[in-house]
């Protein structure tokens, strides 16, 4: 399995670069993984719904430049289906038996991902009717990759 995750913005805080170290190192032995950061539009500190607009077209631009045509897209907003772990974990056993072993997950600013690059999702997943800080959804889904992985091996970790 292939898992491509392509994230709007950089993390610079050091706690967030070590999580996704540790956990992108615990996924490494299940699947090959790759992060791609693409450049988060500068927005006033009070945006009009134009310039949100206008600013995750641009993201969304930069984000269809790296999404191969071969590949399953996830992207991940507060309107897509929510599911278990356990239910994670077999959707994704699901793709790849299917033949879809290129899979990548996106993730959007603060303002969300555009809705040019929501129509080219092939499943939009929400992990939650909360919302995230996008540096921790990184986080998170690399947890829930990795917990998904161990469910499908039967390894201890998932409880």
Same mark, same amino acid.
Request: charged residues 20%; aromatic residues 22%.
């Given at each position: 399995m292939q898992i491509r995750i392509i994230a709007v913005g950089k993390l610079k805080e050091k706690y967030w670069q070590e999580? #996704?170290?540790?956990?992108s190192k615990r996924i490494r032995p299940y699947a090959v993984l790759e992060i791609i950061e693409v450049a988060e539009e500068r927005i006033s500190a009070r945006p009009l719904s134009a310039e949100i607009k206008q600013a995750l077209a641009k993201e969304g631009a930069r984000i269809a430049k790296l999404i191969p045509a071969s590949a399953y897209v996830i992207p991940l907003a507060i309107t897509g289906e929510r599911l278990s772990s356990e239910e994670l974990a077999s959707f994704l056993d699901r793709l790849t038996i299917t033949g879809k072993s290129k899979i990548v997950? #996106? #993730?959007?600013s603060s303002y969300g991902i555009s809705r040019e690059i929501l129509a080219q999702g092939d499943f939009i997943l929400s992990f939650s009717p909360l919302t995230f800080p996008h540096q921790l959804m990184r986080v998170i889904l690399l947890e829930q990759i990795y917990r998904s992985m161990k469910i499908l091996k039967q390894e201890p970790y998932h409880k």
């Open positions: 999580a #996704i170290r540790e956990y997950f #996106i #993730i959007g």
